[in-house]
């Protein structure tokens, strides 16, 4: 059972956008056992779409396509797979009530174009895109299957999510594979490779590990592959739980779930508050811990203090503290939590100050010096950390540092 | 003249790593004139690879292959090149002794593995590797060119600068070719191609339009295919000034900038400084505005208030408009303009107050409403938006509203 990923896109062929929806879409098909054996971006030209296909399918049983699916004219991707499996496209009214709906919502009215949208090649099963006016498609034919979305990713992975795999998991059945993976953070790749050294010898041959690193964090995916699902799920649940005695303080979730997500359960379980006080981050902690569903029960609130003028007005840093120390310092710091726990009445409270760079470095405070804590009413932990000279990778890895932080301080009541 | 190119490796293809190879190099043999008709990736077998090498040159004349040269065992792309040019491959003393100059300065021993990675394809020309241990190769065979290349960016980068653009110039020349893209926020695709239309009707047949939406965002590209590369300039510079007529409000920069960039500039300029009050955008606005390099300069700081309780302390909102308004309202977003001007001291604040989702909504107020507010000391002006059930893409839209929002406030001293 082998797919083939197809993105459509001028913007992909000169460079000017990433296609980062294949990545994606690899993972996903990866995970439920079905091969990718190629990804190809072309232009959206009908010649070039209707000449991949017929390629495309002498290799695969499957294929994904993103691109092309849109109000405006230059899509022609739908009259291409017309032409391909040599079919009439037909009004579609329901799609068109849809759009009429989607834009009244936003006070909105569809063009011309968005009427031209709703017609569909006569063999389409339409595929509901909750985030955006063009819906998916789903072709089955001679024992082969397209699927066709829109290329804008937050679309491409709710059709994918809420259309697309209940039904590829009831149309292609594969040797049963399971996967486990093990979220951790605090560690690199390669000092956790030579802790659980003995780990990986210990696997099986039809147990493979993958070392999956990202800013701060590494997913350990754990893949078997057998005869027998059953033995698997158990087989994996036995591994998980021995992983769990090399690395127990490293690991923060599993599968899917985020460092922010497991913070916010845990504060939930613990009924405890938090609020930000953020210099170089400038917000992107509070993002963080806001972007999960529900945080309002648990985050009161940031002070964002970019000036020092700030420092003292919102959260009470003495202008004493920041002559002799500066800004970005260990006693800058911990005053920023005592205020910030005064301010926003917070159980704990984080602050962070830092040189986010690329620019604003010194030679005893270089770009990337970023001084952080974390306290309750009780007492206060620092950590400095000595980043990188880029700015966005200075502040994401912060954040995630400073969610770990408090995972931990919430935890066992300290960072060490 | 058409190129393909090709990327090797598994990795790819379940999604652990993102492609970014290919995006450079489409935009530099974009930026050529090359047209770039394909981007494949396959995994590392020499099957696949031979395969894809001759399905590829029945399109292209060019092909250009990143990945698969390493001195791991399971890098096989070299043998299968000399597979399918049918020659042998030898032993490449310089190369072996460039690899041992290399260890040499790393103080490192080379493995048996590396000695290996010497042996060549008879018909290759060898391509300097300054950043590693791999060189590329090139290989000209009945008038069609095909390099290889070491996947690491890097790597592949500085090959292709100092060894590839100089033989690829000598050795085709092409089409010229131009690009502008303009970027447009505030209306939707299919709204800008009506108002557009004639525009478009206008361009003549060697120019295209492209439309590029991203959230809130839409890009137009204009590409011009010519003989002559100076008369493109000019048409496409000719085009862009008559596409300013048509949407003049909806343009807020050209090429790679991004908003925040722009606004950023404007605020410099005009010597101002602003401070936002956010509630259900948790800080993202604020992350937005200070993930520009220099934003010190403008941005004075931000008081992110989830809870009612901070709205009231941090912003000094009346208890009084929270009780009658309620937290999302025109008049709390009003208050919040204020106490942020007064509290942080800026220009210039913004104030955002909704209900980002996917629960917390209410008949009279559904799950993605949202109140934004903009002001000085001089006056407030207030903004509704009524977005979707997505979190996330409520954050992210929302932001990106304000920050247009500010756009035109610091332009036209109003939002309408």
Redesign the interface.
Known sequence: MEAILITIG???????????N?????????LRGI?????????DTKT?IIE?LH?AFEHADLILMTGGL?????DITKKAIAEYYNVGMTFHPPTYEWILRFFK????Q?????REQCFMPNNAVLLEN??GSAPGMWFDEDGKVLISMPG?P?EMKSIMRDEVFPRLNERFISKPIAHRTVLTIGEGESRIASRIENFEASLPGNIKL?Y?PNLGKVRLRLTAVGENGQDLEAVLDEKVELLKEYIPELIFGYETETIEEVIGRIFKEKGKTVS?A?SC???????K???V????AY?????????N??KQ??LNVSADTLQKHGAVSEATVIEMVKGALN???SDIAVAISGIA???GGTPEKPVGTVWLAIGDKNKTETHKLQLWKD??KN?EYTSIFALNMMRKFLLNGTIR
Do not use: C
């Open positions: 001028d913007e992909i062929l000169i460079g000017q956008i990433i296609d980062t294949s990545a994606w879409m690899g993972q996903e098909m990866n091969k990718v054996r190629e990804v190809i971006s072309i232009s070039d991949t390629k849109g109000p405006t004219k230059d919502k936003l006070n909105k569809p063009t011309n174009a968005h909750k985030m804008v937050y993958a999956l930000t953020e981050t400038g917000g992107f902690l509070a993002h811990i806001t972007s569903p529900g945080s309002s985050f009161n609130g940031a002070a964002i203090t970019y000036s003028e700030l007005k919102m301010t926003m009445n760079g690329p620019d700015r966005i502040i």
